[in-house]
């Protein structure tokens, strides 16, 4: 095996296995990572950028040391490391149900009986197929759990455990039965309202009535994702919250679901999570036994499996007692233990609202993970698999030590914790946010109540950009329905006439916003950003990721007695550490109505995403451990902004709750959490194909460049590729031959890193999607120290250095042109006259040149900039637009947690125009500038006619709009902006239907789709349609601190710029 052999299979990659025809069960076994070679230092598998500097010695390009790929070495080295383990226990199964078993425990080495010496020679010999020398990105098996070989006996189906073996061997599949995975509902059961049962209970019975694809299809497009199908295996549980530490649990194991009452212990001084800032609570359940779960309950009793018609009858039947609050959470909340003190939630609930809150949610979810922990057993526990990801990182995993033995456990996939929350919890109390406020009036005192979190957005509808020029937002005004246009000196500030504004500290800027909502109220107990983070943390490492749904009532219209309202407040900003740190979506807020119960789209936004965050029907990867492997010379930037903050001497806006310090864990921004012992490694409870996680890299060699060579013995200098290997250990379902299966895979990808000393070379390079993500967490990051109202100031500042630098690198790229001619590295995306003031023939005004429209990646950078200020998570309350903390924060949970293409359309949504027939097979035009005025210029082009021109007789083709985003989609027929003609359903073209449907399957939950057309009914949907397209016109917007229109505020920066460049050029 030579490397010559290597080189030529680089060059000539070969077949991938998925196109030889076996069907789809080749990709649901690859290849197991016992047969991979790898490196004897670091541990990462071989990959494409390791060169060949013998016949059997590799050189890694991630520790930079050499090695040999020989059975020998490699099985010597796995021995090796497998002894400087603590030896440990694996369960074995009954193959007839998943029940505790009674078998021995059983021991191996590690990574020695999987490591077959034929296979791995074949393997390695000069006629094989080395698909990971070629590929950037494999998948490997892992084991799932080790057992001693099959050994039936008449009595038992049972695989038993053999005292005589000393190797077990490992079990790579089992039946979803076996290792299931699991959903636990957490219903918050002090709101003394039923329709807080009923928005709930609706939302879980449309997830488990749900039909696979093959057979129906559900509503809203919530049903397979990608082919995945319904997951029927999966096992839901059922708890309910009570005040001062009450749980009652569903046995699902009985139809009509018998309920098991328990206490859980609540935070004192004595824990490390926090205690009690002040005062003595009216109850302590110190003086009733709180006994562990395991010794009440079995998993099996708890959890119910969804393919058994039997247990899925127990489930409906357990739901529709909580859908009828008078039977159920009376059962739940008016108990007595030991019959020494009865409690009901209903003594503390405000008068008439609906409220509730007050359960001891931290404790709670502390308690049943300390069960699952007790009884049960996940594969991301076993020490082989995290072997797997690399030499010695066992010490950072979560390995049982629990009284059971590993044979008597519960086996599970891993899981998701759904809560459902009707008020703050009782380590957060009921703030006084009103008086901590300084508010010029009592209704600013009070805040909103209103949604928040859906789409990445906190927004009531037609108020988000209500402070807009030129007639509001709400569709009024004649700007925006009539010709009338801005009045004189409305308009953009001509470039090179000077502005007001020549710094960008914010001094002499507009007034200010006058609602500040920055200020957290102080919690009931100390520490709760710690104990959250703690819990979320101990979630991951249990398999589990938390989802948090807040449903608080709506306040009715005619509320007039705004000084009596109650402040509705959650906390958000602390229970969204319980998803962050667990591998969550983000927390949600939603309302529902205090009356009768009504179909409103806020239910179906519920649904949704109760069944996209489900285990059924989208496949999750559980029990995730990631990797993150760099040369020598690169490293992950874990300076916290905080860090930098303390040099300028600036406090955090919240310093006394740490959120900035929280907002990422290791240098890593996402739903993960970091592991303590190794700064490479994060633990993930459960993450979806749209979980997305983001880092930055720092050069750390001394030389403050990266090493391209490195020095082999008898070779000399070898030229070291850079490159970055992610390592991603995960447990998921998939099918097999129409059964379900549960697995354990590893995915290693690794990215090859270009090298230039070009500017215009890397930022050509640039990818302006992912570019958002990174500069969402630059600035949410920021927010969390200083203020909503700094980060616009913040955002010009980083706007105006990179323009800064573009410039000068165009500058100095023409001077390299000038002395070396056009073959200088980086001269084929550079075109001067498009980049420099001083050079003729450019399209461009001298404005937009400074603004780098002639940049071929910053051409959109100041668009996406302003759109980012002006997102929901960022922009300060000012007008109409005042989102309540909890609203904000779930918004802002929701953008961290968006893939590049989902935030692009959340800041800036895709509008396109659209013409009427059924011969319209595209749109005319796919990026429509968002400005009114724009879209009104844009219908003239296509349709030559608007605002009635031809006596009202025009009777050609109707302009429509589709306008696509994760919070809404819909379709309007701009008649409202150009007088024209009603149109009707019919008058939709199919391909228009399908291009807004496609853009609703990308999201990871279809948001609503709206046909905001008029169908002959006079101005029915006119107002809702305009409040939902004045939402969108980011470019028409003004920015809450500077009252600057996109024009404006692009002028501004342009005019700084150019007093910053030098006077030659």
Aim: overall charge negative; aromatic content about 8%; some cysteine.
């Amino acid at each position: 095996f030579s490397a010559r052999q290597l080189e030529k299979r680089r060059r000539n990659p070969p077949i991938s296995d998925d196109s030889k025809g076996e069907g789809a069960d080749i990709q649901h076994y690859p290849l197991k990572l016992a047969l991979v070679a790898k490196c004897t230092h670091c541990g990462s598998p071989m990959n494409p950028s390791s060169p060949i500097v013998g016949r059997w010695t590799v050189l890694c390009n991630l520790c930079g040391q050499t090695y040999d790929i020989d059975y020998q070495t490699q099985h010597e080295s796995r021995m090796a490391a497998s002894a400087s383990l603590s030896v440990t226990s694996f369960p074995s199964i009954s193959m007839k149900s998943n029940t505790h078993t009674q078998n021995k425990s059983v021991t191996k080495q590690l990574d020695s009986s999987d490591m077959d010496e034929t296979e791995y020679r074949n393997r390695y010999s000069r006629t094989s197929t080395l698909t990971e020398c070629v590929k950037p990105l494999m998948e490997y098996s892992l084991p799932l759990l080790s057992m001693a070989p099959l050994s039936p006996t008449p009595n038992s189906m049972r695989i038993e455990d053999s005292t005589d073996m000393e190797i077990a061997e490992n079990i790579y599949t089992l039946p979803a039965k076996l290792c299931p995975p699991l959903l636990a509902i957490f219903i918050d059961a002090t709101c003394p309202n039923p329709q807080y049962y009923n928005r709930i209970c609706e939302a879980l019975n449309q997830l488990i009535n749900l039909k696979d694809s093959s057979e129906n299809e559900s509503k809203s497009g919530e049903h397979v994702k990608d082919g995945y199908g319904l997951c029927k295996s999966t096992r839901i549980g059922i708890f309910c919250m009570t005040e001062n530490g009450g749980l009652s649990i569903f046995d699902l194991t009985e139809n009509g679901g018998h309920l098991k009452h328990v206490w859980v212990r609540k935070p004192d001084a004595d824990t490390a999570s926090g205690h009690y800032q002040s005062g003595d609570d009216d109850y302590d359940n110190e003086e009733f036994e709180v006994a562990p779960l395991a010794d009440i309950m079995t998993p099996e009793e708890i959890f119910a499996p969804l393919d058994s018609e039997y247990s899925k009858s127990c489930v409906l039947s357990a739901l529709r007692g909580l859908a009828d609050s008078s039977i159920t959470i009376d059962m739940a909340c008016q108990r007595s233990h030991n019959s020494k003190k009865k409690l009901t939630s209903r003594t503390k609930v405000s008068s008439g609202h609906g409220h509730g809150g007050g359960v001891c949610f931290g404790s709670t979810l502390e308690y049943f993970l300390d069960f699952m922990k007790h009884v049960g057993y996940h594969p991301g526990e076993m020490n082989h698999n995290n072997h797997m990801l690399g030499e010695n990182i066992d010490s950072g995993t979560c390995t049982s030590s629990c009284d059971l033995e590993p044979a008597q456990k519960f086996i599970y996939a891993g899981g998701k914790i759904m809560c459902f929350l009707s008020g703050p919890p009782d380590e957060i109390g009921v703030p006084t946010i009103r008086k901590s406020l300084k508010a010029e009036s009592q209704a600013e005192q009070n805040g909103r109540i209103g949604a928040g979190g859906y789409g990445g957005s906190c927004a009531e509808l037609g108020k988000r950009f209500e402070s807009m020029k030129y007639g509001g937002s709400g569709g009024g005004g004649s700007y925006l329905s009539g010709n009338d246009e801005p009045a004189d000196g409305d308009g953009d500030v001509e470039f090179g006439k000077g502005l007001p504004r020549k710094d960008i500290s914010g001094k002499g800027s507009a007034e200010k916003p006058s609602h500040q909502d920055g200020k957290i109220a102080k919690t009931k107990y100390l520490n709760v950003t710690a104990l959250y983070e703690d819990i979320g943390k101990y979630s991951a490492r249990g398999a589990f990721s938390t989802e948090i749904f807040a449903l608080l009532p709506k306040l009715e219209n005619d509320e007039s007695d705004t000084e009596h309202l109650p402040e509705q407040y959650v906390g958000i900003p602390f229970l969204r550490l319980l998803s962050d740190r667990s591998g969550g979506a983000g927390p949600l807020v939603l309302t529902y109505p205090l009356g009768p119960s009504t179909s409103d789209d806020e239910d179906d936004i519920l649904a949704n995403e109760v069944i996209s965050r489900s285990p059924l029907n989208r496949n999750h990867a559980f029990g995730s451990l990631l990797r993150v492997r760099l040369p020598p010379s690169l490293r992950i930037d874990t300076n916290t902004a905080r860090s930098k903050a303390s040099k300028s001497n600036k406090m955090s806006v919240n310093s006394e709750h740490n959120f900035d310090e929280c907002y990422q864990t290791n240098g890593m921004y996402g739903s993960i959490t970091a592991s303590n012992e190794d700064i490479a490694l994060f633990y993930i409870g459960s993450c979806d194909e749209s979980s997305t996680l983001s880092f930055a890299l720092n050069i750390c060699s001394r030389s403050g460049r990266l090493d391209e060579y490195v020095y082999v013995d008898g070779r000399g200098d070898v030229r070291l590729c850079p490159c970055i290997q992610t390592c991603f250990a995960y447990t998921s379902i998939v099918k097999n031959r129409g059964q379900w299966v549960t697995v354990r895979r590893l995915r290693v990808l690794t990215l090859e890193l270009d090298l230039t000393v070009s500017v215009e070379s890397m930022t050509a390079s640039l990818d302006s999607e992912a570019l958002i993500v990174s500069l969402y967490h630059n600035f949410y990051h920021h927010a969390l120290q200083y203020g909503l109202t700094s980060v616009e100031d913040h955002a010009v500042s980083w706007l105006l250095s990179v323009l800064f630098c573009s410039y000068e690198s165009a500058r100095k790229m023409q001077g390299l042109i000038d002395r070396y001619g056009p073959t200088v590295e980086g001269a084929s995306e550079y075109y001067p006259s498009d980049r420099l003031l001083d050079k003729e023939g450019s399209h461009f005004s001298n404005r937009d040149i400074l603004l780098g429209r002639g940049h071929v990646v910053f051409e959109f950078l100041p668009l996406l900039v302003f759109a980012l200020v002006q997102s929901d998570a960022l922009r300060p309350n000012c007008g109409g637009f005042k989102p309540s903390i909890d609203a904000r924060a779930a918004a802002a949970a929701h953008m961290g947690n968006m893939p590049p293409l989902t935030i692009s359309r959340c800041i800036a949504p895709r509008l396109e125009l659209w013409l009427t027939g059924e011969d319209s097979s595209k749109a005319v035009n796919e990026d429509v500038n968002m400005s009114m005025n724009d879209v009104r210029y844009a219908i003239i082009d296509y349709i030559g006619a608007s605002d009635g021109e031809e006596g009202g007789n025009y009777n050609g083709v109707m302009p429509l709009l589709l306008l696509d985003s994760p919070s809404q989609v819909f379709i309007h027929d701009c008649r409202e902006l150009c007088n024209l003609r009603k149109t009707t359903d019919e008058d939709i073209p199919p391909a228009m239907i399908d291009s807004a449907e496609d853009g609703r399957r990308s999201y990871r939950v279809a948001p609503q789709f709206n046909k905001l057309v008029s169908n002959g009914v006079e101005d029915c949907t006119c107002a809702v349609a305009m409040q939902h397209l004045s939402d969108a016109m980011v470019e028409d917007s003004v920015t809450s601190v500077k009252k600057e229109t996109f024009n404006e505020w692009c002028t501004a920066i342009a005019e700084v710029l150019h007093s910053e460049l030098p006077t030659t050029t």
